[in-house]
């Protein structure tokens, strides 16, 4: 009887014993699946290589279309990315000006009323003595033509002349669609400034130590002229693939294992050339969401090779008259004050006649 209650539980005991190990199984197994798929890890593995087999739509010589649009006003195959919104505003800075050295256009979001006051009164006060310096700033809408916001945007822009207000709705991932409509807008309407600056409202930028760093602009007499700049702080970098992620994208996305070469969107210069080639080159790529990497996109695929420039900041360096002596740019100023401070420390020699 003992025995045989024995041999019971040695039974019961391994039972239990498999159960257990079972189970241990299928954790294992749902916590590797759980993290392959969390992770990204198929897509990291099933990525096609950049250097060998990057082709983003149009597969077409982009840079023989842009030159014949350049040269003729002719465009030989259809654009696949013309963006269906309008302008809601406009403006007359460019309007009977010769020379600009410097078009400022800066992407703002439709409540940062204080981001654009303190700008006007720092690196947007275009009273620059001998330099021809402009600034707009760009803005989507809330979807809402009578909200609050709204009119105080409409009051804003009768009081300065300065916001070009465009008809799709303002939110991050609209960003390219807000980007491009604002290099649309400067080649339909400031075409013939020397170099153009694009920021974001929370950025720290020294003007005259920017016109100071750029070379002199060449003899503009030939539109065909090799004269393509694009600077900033150039990023080196592959995509996201964790799920759950802001940033995240897909391999039907973007099926390459790292991005082109790419300017972050902070701030960063374009030539007047290369405004012209990026925007009609623009109008052949595919659109893709985050455009700082859309900018990378279309610049491999015309042949513009982004310049690092050690001046620009993509993050907030931290502030001393020696540490801020050669900085062009620095992200991330939301204090207002605390930009007016930094600012006028840095810059205001620069205005005294």
Same mark, same amino acid.
């Given at each position: 009887?003992?025995?045989?209650?024995?041999?019971?539980?040695?039974?019961?005991? !391994?039972?239990?014993?498999? !159960?257990?190990?079972?189970?241990?199984?299928? *954790?294992?197994?749902?916590?590797?699946?759980?993290?392959?798929?969390?992770?990204?890890?198929?897509?990291?593995?099933?990525?096609?290589?950049?250097?060998?087999?990057?082709?983003?739509?149009?597969?077409?010589?982009?840079?023989?279309?842009?030159?014949?649009?350049?040269?003729? +006003?002719?465009?030989?195959?259809?654009?696949?990315?013309?963006?269906?919104?309008?302008?809601?505003?406009?403006?007359?800075?460019?309007?009977?000006?010769?020379?600009?050295?410097?078009?400022?256009?800066?992407?703002?979001?439709?409540?940062?009323?204080?981001?654009?006051?303190?700008?006007?009164?720092?690196?947007?006060?275009?009273?620059?003595?001998?330099?021809? *310096?402009?600034?707009?700033?760009?803005?989507?809408?809330?979807?809402?033509?009578?909200?609050?916001?709204?009119?105080?945007?409409? +009051?804003?822009?009768?009081?300065?002349?300065?916001?070009?207000?465009?008809?799709?709705?303002?939110?991050?991932?609209?960003?390219?669609?807000?980007?491009?409509?604002?290099? %649309?807008?400067?080649?339909?309407?400031?075409?013939? /400034?020397?170099?153009?600056?694009?920021?974001?409202?929370?950025?720290?930028?020294?003007?005259?130590?920017?016109?100071?760093?750029?070379?002199?602009?060449?003899?503009?007499?030939?539109?065909?002229?090799?004269?393509?700049?694009?600077?900033?702080?150039?990023?080196?970098?592959?995509?996201? %693939?964790? =799920?759950?992620?802001?940033?995240?994208?897909?391999?039907?996305?973007? =099926?390459?294992? %790292?991005?082109?070469?790419?300017?972050? /969107?902070? /701030?960063?210069?374009?030539?007047?050339?290369?405004? %012209?080639?990026?925007?009609?080159?623009?109008?052949?790529? !595919?659109?893709? =969401?985050?455009?700082?990497?859309?900018?990378?996109?279309?610049?491999?695929? *015309?042949?513009?090779?982004?310049?690092?420039?050690?001046?620009?900041?993509?993050?907030?360096?931290?502030?001393?008259?020696?540490?801020?002596?050669?900085?062009?740019?620095?992200?991330?100023?939301?204090?207002?004050?605390?930009?007016?401070?930094?600012?006028?420390?840095?810059?205001?020699?620069?205005?005294?006649?």
């Amino acid at each position: 009887m003992e025995m045989r209650n024995k041999s019971s539980l040695q039974k019961v005991s !391994k039972k239990v014993k498999m !159960k257990r190990k079972y189970l241990k199984y299928i *954790v294992c197994v749902f916590v590797a699946w759980y993290l392959y798929n969390y992770l990204g890890i198929g897509d990291y593995l099933h990525a096609s290589s950049f250097e060998t087999d990057f082709h983003y739509p149009l597969d077409v010589n982009i840079r023989d279309l842009v030159d014949d649009v350049l040269r003729y +006003q002719n465009f030989t195959v259809r654009p696949i990315n013309h963006y269906p919104y309008n302008f809601l505003s406009n403006s007359g800075k460019c309007t009977n000006i010769e020379k600009i050295d410097l078009m400022i256009v800066v992407k703002s979001a439709m409540p940062h009323f204080g981001h654009r006051d303190t700008i006007r009164k720092t690196y947007g006060n275009e009273d620059i003595p001998e330099r021809t *310096v402009k600034i707009l700033f760009f803005l989507g809408v809330d979807g809402k033509p009578k909200s609050d916001v709204q009119r105080q945007i409409d +009051q804003e822009m009768a009081d300065f002349h300065d916001i070009i207000q465009m008809d799709f709705i303002d939110y991050y991932y609209n960003n390219t669609i807000k980007t491009m409509m604002s290099f %649309r807008w400067v080649y339909e309407h400031c075409s013939h /400034a020397d170099y153009y600056l694009f920021t974001d409202d929370d950025m720290y930028i020294s003007v005259n130590k920017l016109l100071d760093h750029l070379p002199d602009r060449p003899d503009t007499s030939s539109k065909l002229q090799e004269d393509l700049l694009f600077t900033g702080y150039v990023f080196h970098s592959a995509p996201q %693939r964790f =799920r759950f992620s802001k940033w995240r994208v897909s391999l039907e996305e973007y =099926r390459w294992d %790292r991005w082109p070469d790419y300017v972050t /969107a902070g /701030a960063y210069v374009l030539s007047n050339k290369a405004l %012209r080639v990026m925007y009609i080159g623009s109008l052949f790529v !595919k659109h893709f =969401r985050f455009d700082d990497i859309y900018l990378g996109i279309v610049a491999k695929k *015309v042949g513009i090779t982004p310049e690092h420039c050690p001046h620009f900041y993509f993050y907030k360096k931290d502030f001393s008259p020696d540490a801020y002596e050669d900085v062009i740019a620095s992200h991330g100023y939301h204090d207002h004050d605390e930009l007016i401070r930094v600012w006028h420390e840095m810059n205001s020699k620069y205005f005294i006649r």
